[in-house]
Structure formats: C-alpha cells, structure tokens
C-alpha cells in the first residue's frame, strides 16, 4: 500500500437530490481530485452511503455520480479499501469485483509503512449497545439479505428512505462525548496489546486523535455531515485533518 493513506469515514450520502446533498457532493468530489493527484491509498470506514443494497442487476441510480468518482480515482491509480458500515452493510459483488474496490465486512488490518493498523467502522462496541448487536445479526443474516431482494428495487430503497429518517430522528447524537471516547480508547488498548500501532473508527462522529507517549494512535474519524474532517497518513504521521469548505 501507498503513503498517502486517506482515511474517511460517516458521509452518510443519501438518495435524496436537494442542494445541501448536492452540496456535500460538490466537497467530496474535490476532496476526490486532491487524493487523486497526490495518489496513495483511500480507506472508507463504513457508512459512506447513508443507504446502500445491491441486488443482483441494480444500484441505487442517485449513486451513479459518486460510483463514477471512485471508478476515476481507481483508473487514476489510488486503491481504495472499504470497510462495511451499518448503513451500507449489503454489497453484493458489485464494488469489489465491477469497481475494483477491496471490501472487508468487518474489520480490516493493514500495514503501511511499518505501521499495524486496525480499522473498523465501530457500531456496536459500547457497553450500552446490547439490544443494537442483536439486531445487527438479525439485518446482516442471510435470511434478511434474501428475503429484502425479493422486494421489487423501488419498494426495498423507498423502505429504507423512511428507515433512515426515522432513524436519524429517533437517534439524537450522544451527550457525553468524553465519556465515548473513553469507552472506546479501551477498545484500542486492547488492539494495542495484540500488536497494532494505529486503530482507526468511525460510527460516532466523534473527531479526536489520541497519541501515546509510546507512539501508538487511536482515531475517531468524525463525520462529512459537521465536522468534514479525515485521516491522514504521510511521512510516518497520522494527523487529523478538516476539509476546508
């Protein structure tokens, strides 16, 4: 893998086609441009769709645009790595084997220059998330996957368009971001003692980097809905970064 590595995560792109989408779209796009001229590797940990389900023949057509940029950057020469949300959890073969794009379903370990790095988007690691990793395993299930693509396309995406409002309704961002953090350094503590030097995440839009005196990194990724921040890797430094919008 090559240096630059990018690391992103949380841009939730929906299916709707209103100027704040367009918008964001507009910002990832040259964020896109500037990866692919400085070239290296891009890493998507998780939810960068805020909904996305291949059938056997069919893609959410709103994603043409965004499917089209990674495709330019992969031509351009940039590996890109995907590492599955909870919103875009159910590819088929369509990103790995059309787009020439590396999926992993649930966690990804790496190494960049020297570096052990572990990556997972996150959802469900909190000691409170009891009753979310049971339904975890009931949408992942094969029973669930096989039963959703026998909905007709246009049903399955408008269904989950009205999921994911509700979702975001009913889910009011976390209070004590501090006491996150703290829940989650010990997730990377533990990935530390079996040898990794970086763990990076997303899933909770938090925006911190943590550095220990041995060197060793923890990053939460934040997100491209406020914070418009992102990992980078260059010359043996991870840094936290802001798109400048």
């Known amino acids: 893998m090559t240096t630059p590595a990018y690391f992103i995560s949380d841009v939730h792109l929906t299916l709707d086609d209103g100027e704040p989408e367009q918008e964001r779209r507009r910002h990832l796009f040259k964020f896109f441009d500037m990866i692919g001229q400085s070239g290296g590797t891009l890493f998507i940990v998780g939810d960068f769709f805020d909904f996305w389900f291949e059938y056997n023949h069919v893609i959410p057509k709103r994603y043409f645009d965004v499917v089209s940029q990674l495709r330019q950057l992969r031509t351009?020469?940039?590996?890109?790595?995907?590492?599955?949300?909870?919103?875009?959890?159910?590819?088929?073969?369509?990103?790995?084997?059309?787009?020439?794009?590396?999926?992993?379903?649930?966690?990804?370990?790496?190494?960049?220059?020297?570096?052990?790095?572990?990556?997972?988007?996150?959802?469900?690691?909190?000691?409170?998330?009891?009753?979310y990793r049971l339904m975890r395993k009931i949408l992942r299930s094969r029973v669930t996957v096989f039963l959703y693509r026998c909905l007709h396309p246009d049903l399955g995406i408008k269904l989950a368009q009205s999921a994911s409002r509700l979702s975001r309704k009913n889910n009011p961002p976390r209070g004590n971001q501090d006491a996150t953090f703290d829940e989650l350094s010990?997730?990377?503590?533990?990935?530390?003692?079996?040898?990794?030097?970086?763990?990076?995440?997303?899933?909770?839009?938090?925006?911190?980097?943590?550095?220990?005196?041995?060197?060793?990194?923890?990053?939460?990724?934040?997100?491209?809905?406020?914070?418009?921040?992102?990992?980078?890797?260059?010359?043996?430094?991870?840094?936290?970064?802001?798109?400048?919008?």
């Open 76 to 131: 351009r020469g940039v590996e890109i790595h995907f590492i599955l949300g909870n919103h875009d959890y159910w590819t088929n073969d369509f990103l790995n084997s059309s787009m020439g794009i590396q999926v992993y379903p649930d966690t990804a370990e790496v190494e960049i220059d020297g570096h052990r790095i572990h990556l997972t988007h996150g959802d469900g690691l909190l000691a409170e998330d009891t009753g």
């Open 186 to 245: 010990q997730y990377a503590h533990d990935r530390w003692a079996e040898g990794y030097d970086i763990v990076i995440m997303g899933h909770y839009h938090l925006n911190r980097l943590h550095i220990g005196q041995d060197g060793r990194s923890f990053l939460c990724l934040g997100d491209w809905i406020s914070h418009y921040t992102y990992g980078k890797l260059s010359q043996d430094r991870l840094t936290l970064e802001t798109w400048l919008i």
